[in-house]
């Protein structure tokens, strides 16, 4: 079945991100987390300029399984670079809580679009597969342009149905 969307990158590229996971979220001081962070706060192990984590090839031993376990599904470079044409919050501070607020937003959907996709590879039923397509497309917005596209009902409702849908494959594999 082909999609009648053009699904984002679902992967991870640091290299396209402007480190909004090492920003955008708050960590707890415990086994997952060495240190207490606020959301929407640089995490002090990133360099000066904020570029990189000064401390990536030791995260576990620091104390940082959480950084390690932490994937965005794509949805860091797609902040990035799509709703936010290159321009990072290292540049422009004003920035940050935008782009932290749109990755917060568009991670779970990028998830969601991981698992259904997935789901559509099991040996299921040819409607499941069309639900699978039309969450698929309802999560997929025509040429978004902001995060607010990402808000749209449509969109959300989508997002609230996925896992009921997963849960109703149950049966299947």
Same mark, same amino acid.
């Given at each position: 079945?082909? =999609?009648?969307?053009?699904?984002?990158?679902?992967?991870?590229?640091? *290299?396209?991100?402007?480190?909004?996971?090492?920003? #955008?979220? @708050?960590?707890?001081? &415990?086994?997952?987390?060495?240190?207490?962070?606020?959301? !929407?706060?640089?995490?002090?192990?990133?360099? !000066?300029?904020?570029?990189?984590?000064?401390?990536? #090839? &030791?995260?576990?031993?620091? +104390?940082? %399984?959480?950084? $390690?376990?932490?994937?965005?599904? %794509?949805? %860091?470079?797609? $902040?990035?670079?799509?709703?936010?044409? +290159?321009?990072?919050?290292? !540049?422009?501070?004003?920035?940050?809580?935008?782009?932290?607020?749109?990755?917060? $937003?568009?991670?779970?959907?990028?998830? #969601?679009?991981?698992?259904?996709?997935?789901? *559509?590879?099991?040996?299921?039923?040819?409607?499941?597969?069309?639900?699978?397509?039309?969450?698929?497309?309802?999560?997929?917005?025509?040429?978004?342009?902001?995060?607010?596209?990402?808000?749209?009902?449509? $969109?959300?409702?989508?997002? #609230? &149905?996925? @896992?009921?849908? =997963?849960?109703?494959?149950?049966?299947?594999?």
């Amino acid at each position: 079945m082909t =999609l009648p969307v053009t699904l984002p990158t679902l992967t991870d590229d640091c *290299s396209k991100c402007a480190a909004l996971c090492c920003v #955008a979220y @708050p960590f707890d001081a &415990d086994e997952d987390f060495a240190l207490l962070k606020r959301a !929407d706060s640089p995490c002090p192990n990133l360099s !000066d300029g904020c570029l990189n984590c000064t401390i990536h #090839a &030791d995260l576990l031993p620091k +104390g940082f %399984g959480g950084c $390690v376990a932490y994937q965005c599904a %794509g949805a %860091g470079q797609r $902040v990035t670079q799509e709703l936010f044409d +290159g321009e990072t919050w290292r !540049d422009d501070p004003d920035l940050l809580e935008h782009m932290t607020y749109a990755l917060r $937003v568009l991670r779970p959907i990028h998830e #969601a679009l991981l698992l259904l996709q997935e789901a *559509s590879r099991l040996p299921i039923p040819e409607s499941a597969k069309r639900q699978a397509l039309s969450l698929t497309t309802a999560l997929c917005p025509d040429v978004p342009k902001s995060v607010h596209d990402f808000e749209d009902p449509e $969109v959300q409702d989508a997002l #609230a &149905d996925v @896992p009921a849908y =997963l849960q109703s494959l149950a049966p299947f594999v």
